[in-house]
T-cell receptor, first 115, second 119 residues
């Protein structure tokens, strides 16, 4: 059972455009929602993360929008660049005390940004 | 501060052999997580360990797979009698003890992975 559902599976955007990737979850106990970026042959690298007490978080060109009532969150990449071409994974987890538990990952979105 | 280290980066085994994957967490990190990534799929959780303890092994196959994180040395993921279906990328992540004040310090940091090929 996929705890976190991610769409689209692949995305092609022109340079300078906005890339939008969506995720949905069912478990209301999730309280940590990170996005990871992965290049071929590399490990996932944390891009940005959000807790459910805020509806939006922005870091540079990357923004997470979070809708707690709809149990959805999305990643927006503004002014997309060819160097952003990678696979993006959303994830969710639960803090147990002060320690993060296992991550539940979406299946990934392969983003291609054309120059 | 060195990141999470995994070795070997590539491992080739024949069916029936044993595979040992090693993970050295970031300095100061006491939690280790193992994930498996099959081609064209996301990462699937396998096991979560603290020093000398298994905290959550709900994602581990019941047979042939084991993991440890001893008091000294790296964490080891061991796969006995490998089969072709075990071919995948295996990633290790680490996180600090928790209770940090700065955001993201409690998150999981991933290593470069070990790509296992079973012939």
């Amino acid at each position: 059972q996929q705890q976190v559902k991610q769409s689209p599976q692949s995305l092609i955007v022109q340079k300078g455009g906005i890339s939008i990737i969506n995720c949905a979850y069912e478990n209301t106990a999730f309280d940590y929602f990170p996005w990871y970026q992965q290049f071929p042959g590399k490990g996932p690298a944390l891009l940005i993360a959000i807790r459910p007490d805020v509806s939006e978080k922005k870091e540079g060109r990357f923004t997470i929008s979070f809708n707690k009532s709809a149990k959805q969150f999305s990643l927006h990449i503004m002014d997309s660049q060819p160097g952003d071409s990678a696979t993006y994974f959303c994830a969710a987890s639960i803090f147990r005390g002060s320690t993060l538990g296992r991550l539940y990952f979406g299946r990934g979105t392969q983003l291609t940004v054309w120059p | 501060n060195a990141g999470v280290m995994q070795n070997p980066r590539h491992l080739v085994r024949r069916r029936g052999q044993e595979a040992r994957l090693r993970c050295s967490p970031m300095k100061g990190h006491s939690h280790v997580y193992w994930y498996r990534q099959l081609p064209e799929e996301g990462l699937k959780f396998m096991v979560y360990l603290q020093k000398e303890n298994i905290i959550d092994e709900s994602g581990m196959p019941k047979e042939r797979f084991s993991a440890e994180f001893p008091k000294e040395g790296p964490s080891i993921l061991r796969i006995q009698q490998v089969v072709r279906g075990d071919s995948a990328a295996y990633f290790c992540a680490s996180s600090p003890p928790g209770g940090r004040k700065r955001e993201y310090e409690d998150t999981q940091y991933f290593g470069p992975g070990t790509r296992l090929t079973v012939l």
